[in-house]
């Protein structure tokens, strides 16, 4: 992307850590308030009737923005200043052209989702996903005429193309909808390597855009569009908002795939608010310094775990080693392991649910990515939807425990999971 001039000091380029202060915002042009002031309001006052009606035409793609013209402000519906400044920020750690913020994570997967496929196509996605999504595909979209095509996220690209050649795709892929690490299982797929089957499946003169919802690592452990990847989504809930205070969603990628989703997202009335975007833009600020430490933290957690006698299996990126079957794919495709430790409890449901119980440092709430420490019981809360049958082929199991690690001291988490291991 083309970074604007307050991007750099002098010929070096800021990093997002340092942009994240500042960027996309004039204090001069908001009475000289350091942050951002929250807009709002939910219409802009036009200067003139001729400029009302320069807006609506870019607005609604009526024709071009010219060079040195600006976006001019409408409506909260379609534009708010909070969120294009929002919008800017969001873009520098995926290093993406666009950006559209939405109400929740699961408007921005409808929305794009509605935006690329039609009625009697496919979307071949990975499994297994977060159980909205899952219910989404599998439930909501075929009443649209879409299906769903699932493949096994870590049988990759060959486990793609197996499920597209069965269900007769050919021509009718739609879109690539990849969730890496695969949630609740850390299982990883290869960004690249789908991408390339997406191409081969493409119809004469229209591209299937690959679609990775990156929430589980956010944009500081892995940068999908670096992978080949066409549009990155986040459940801006998670660590992009990182304090559990909001419900927020955010869509990244080129401009010109980035304008059909936001047009969509202006009918569908799927944007967020200029509140939450305040809110969001107060914690990216610290977004490096929490995920860096809720990774720190992970990592000790993840080796306590897997040498305690009770633990069956835990599954986490940092415990990965030469020779495992993913090791050179989160070598390649990742930058660090992130902050989410699932693991297995000798016994099942029962055993499980003995551990969240006695937990009292550790919240039992489902979420993710919040500074205070998270844990849950995949089966039976997150993906509750998804038949015992098809949890156990995606290898979610009556035992799984979802730690979402916070920022508390590790000393005290790693006390609170051994005197909650002793009971069970």
């Known amino acids: 992307m083309t970074r604007k001039p307050e991007g750099f000091l002098g010929e070096r380029p800021l990093k997002p850590e340092s942009l994240m202060m500042s960027y996309g915002y004039d204090p001069h042009r908001s009475e000289g308030a350091l942050k951002s002031p929250i807009f709002q309001t939910s219409t802009f006052v036009f200067r003139t009737a001729e400029e009302g009606k320069a807006f609506f035409e870019v607005a609604y793609g009526l024709r071009e923005k010219g060079p040195r013209e600006e976006l001019g402000l409408i409506y909260s519906r379609l534009n708010n200043p909070d969120l294009e400044i929002l919008e800017d920020r969001l873009t520098l750690w995926d290093d993406a052209e666009a950006c559209a913020v939405f109400e929740s994570g699961m408007a921005a997967s409808a929305t794009t989702l509605l935006e690329f496929a039609r009625p009697g196509e496919f979307i071949a996605h990975s499994t297994p996903i977060y159980g909205g999504t899952d219910y989404l595909l599998g439930h909501v979209l075929p009443r649209f005429g879409i299906t769903g095509v699932p493949f096994p996220a870590g049988g990759g690209a060959v486990a793609m193309e197996a499920a597209l050649e069965k269900a007769g795709a050919h021509g009718k892929l739609s ?19 789908c991408s390339e089957v997406s191409r081969r499946w493409a119809a004469p003169g229209r591209q299937v855009p690959v679609i990775v ?70 914690s990216l600020e610290t977004l490096k310094v929490r995920m860096t430490c809720q990774m720190r933290n992970a990592r000790q957690i993840a080796d306590f775990l897997n040498d305690h006698p009770k633990i069956q299996r835990v599954h986490y990126l940092g415990l990965l080693k030469q020779g495992d079957a993913q090791f050179d794919l989160y070598r390649r495709q990742c930058l ?37 420490s998270l844990a849950e019981h995949p089966a039976t809360m997150t993906h509750a939807d998804v038949l015992p049958a098809t949890q156990r082929e995606m290898g979610i199991t009556s035992a799984m425990v979802r730690l979402s690690v916070g920022v508390e001291h590790v000393d005290d988490l790693i006390a609170d999971l051994t005197q909650a291991l002793e009971k069970v």
Not at 175 to 193: K, Q, R
Not at 235 to 258: N, Q, V, W, Y
Not at 351 to 372: D, I, P, Q
């Open 175 to 193: 879109a690539v909808f990849l969730e890496t690490p695969a949630n609740p299982t850390n299982a990883l797929v290869d960004i690249a390597a």
């Open 213 to 282: 919802d990156n929430t589980f690592l956010g944009p500081l452990w892995q940068q999908p569009l670096k992978h080949g990847a066409d549009l990155v989504l986040y459940s801006a809930t998670k660590f992009l908002g990182g304090h559990s205070d909001l419900i927020a969603g955010a869509c990244l990628g080129r401009k010109e795939l980035i304008d059909r989703v936001r047009t969509l997202r202006t009918f569908l009335g799927t944007m967020s608010g200029p509140w939450t975007g305040w809110l969001l833009m107060r």
């Open 336 to 372: 660090g392991p992130g902050s989410i430790i699932t693991f297995e409890v000798q016994g099942g449901e029962l055993e499980a649910f003995r551990l969240l119980n006695a937990l009292e440092l550790v919240t039992l709430a489902v979420s993710l990515g919040g500074t205070e």
